[in-house]
């Protein structure tokens, strides 16, 4: 595994992906998710430029981020994994961003539990877009009603959604699936919700993803090989 040269290589096709689909060129952001990855391969990611980390263990989050904390302060840690409520506390004093709020009872204690020295955690309401095969993330239906409770948590910065579809074949497939969080997004919008994150897109989704216009893709094997 080239890990410097995988960084370039999705950061060059990203750029490309933006022109490829109308996108303002530098729309989509590149999250490194480093789940059962070391801290070298992290740090390797470093050396190429990466700056912005996610993952969705807390236990083996908590032990990377405070490694880094001194020799990499530029870094942001993003939490992208299903969240229980006892962990919100570490989640809420060590992260800068959370991707995968779906209840108001979650977002209340990380409202609750972030360190008031800290500048309000960044979220993205998670959505279930594939019922059939997903039991995390909310409904479409109750979107709005959860994204109005957290816009007025004043610890709490809401940012947009995320999802994590069920994996489809082909392309058009993969953006039919992708769609729905789009529309979504577009409607909260509507709705005068300040948003300007839609996370999806993960290292086979990629392409269909920026089609969709996603503004931060979460990807890992194509950058560390498989876990
Ligand atoms: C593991 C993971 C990813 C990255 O998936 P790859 O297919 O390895 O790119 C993205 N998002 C979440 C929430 C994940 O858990």
């Known amino acids: 595994m080239d890990i410097q040269n995988n960084i370039h290589r999705i950061n ?50 908590l032990p990377k981020i405070e490694h880094f904390a001194a020799i990499e302060p530029a870094l942001e840690w993003h939490f992208v994994g299903p969240i229980q409520r006892n962990k919100t506390r570490k989640i809420a004093e060590h992260f800068a961003w959370v991707h995968s709020v779906d209840s108001m009872l979650i977002a209340e204690r990380l409202n609750d539990q972030r360190p008031t020295h800290l500048p309000p955690l960044n979220i993205c309401l998670q959505i279930n877009v594939s019922h059939e095969t997903s039991k995390s993330g909310i409904a479409v239906s109750d979107t709005l009603e959860l994204a109005r409770f957290c816009a007025n948590l004043p610890h709490l910065r809401l940012r947009g959604l995320m999802a994590i579809p069920a994996l489809q074949p082909t392309l058009p497939l993969q953006r039919q699936a992708l769609h729905p969080l789009t529309v979504l997004f577009d409607e909260l919008r509507q709705q005068g919700m300040n948003l300007d994150t839609l996370s999806m ?21 194509a950058l560390f090989g498989n876990r």
């Not at 750029?15 to 729309?27: G, Q």
């Not at 952001?29 to 070391?38: E, P, V």
Request: proline letters at 0%; hydrophobic letters at 40%.
């Open 201 to 221: 897109g993960m290292s086979d989704d990629l392409e269909a993803a920026i089609a969709e216009g996603a503004t931060l893709v979460r990807i890992g094997t």
């Open 12 to 61: 060059k096709t990203i750029r490309e992906l933006e022109s490829r689909y109308h996108r303002i060129s530098n729309a989509v952001t590149l999250l490194a998710i480093t789940k059962k990855q070391s801290l070298e391969t992290i740090q390797t990611a470093i050396d190429a430029g990466q700056r912005l980390f996610g993952e969705n263990y807390l236990q083996e989050a």
